[in-house]
DNA sequence: TGTATATATGAACAATTATTCATATAGTTA
DNA sequence: TAACTATATGAATAATTGTTCATATATACA
């Protein structure tokens, strides 16, 4: 008997999506330590500014960063603890393979 | 200053990666309750045997899933606890959005 | 107002990937 | 051995997706 509907199951498989990609991967583990802009995530990553906004979008519209203006700077941080929590999770299991 | 370095960040997010499709999530949701053989995780969750068995072929290369041999069938499992843990954080997530 | 800086975005392109279909392999049983 | 069942796999196809490049938007400051 399964406990998760199908609607649940993709919207899951969503969610694990954006976490497998390595560019927003290294997005996130930035904002692990702190709130950056834009460019200084670009920088501290090494990727290209656009680049850099084309993945803040689709982890916006996701719902696992937050943003706040601060002069022309966009300061981005991580929506909540569970972002922080599945990284972390993700880490030990390749820590202990 | 990052703990992380840019291999192992390429590993979570291949990791993730695995998580980030709908039918491999269905096959590891399936695979929470019982271990089942090829046919029997094509037929619950609704997924053609050569579609099952591609995945499940992604998922045992990730060491994701293990299996035995029962006669001529092949019984496939979750390979270890992280997996069902990062599957629920998963859902965890999804609920409370 | 004009210039510089920060960020976002659309289009194009290349690469990856999931499914289907056909078929191969292997074990079981009559 | 022959027929059947379970599983795996290669090739082809369609769809998705990440980056780059060029450019748009918007804010700050001189």
Redesign the pocket.
Same mark, same amino acid.
């Given at each position: 008997m399964q406990l998760i509907d199908e609607d649940k199951i993709i919207d899951i498989s969503e969610l694990f999506?954006i976490f497998?990609?390595?560019?927003?991967v290294k997005i996130i583990n930035a904002l692990i330590d702190s709130e950056l802009? /834009?460019?200084?995530i &670009?920088s501290k990553i090494n /990727?290209?500014?656009? &680049?850099?906004?084309?993945?803040?979008?689709?982890l916006?519209a996701s719902k696992l960063v937050k943003?706040k203006?601060n002069?022309?700077?966009?300061?981005y941080s991580l929506a909540d603890e569970h972002v922080e929590k599945i990284f972390k999770l993700g880490c030990e299991h390749i820590n202990e393979l």
């Open positions: 999506k497998g990609d390595s560019t927003r802009c /834009v460019c200084e &670009a /990727v290209s500014q656009s &680049a850099v906004s084309h993945q803040l979008r689709i916006k943003y203006k002069g022309n700077c966009i300061y």
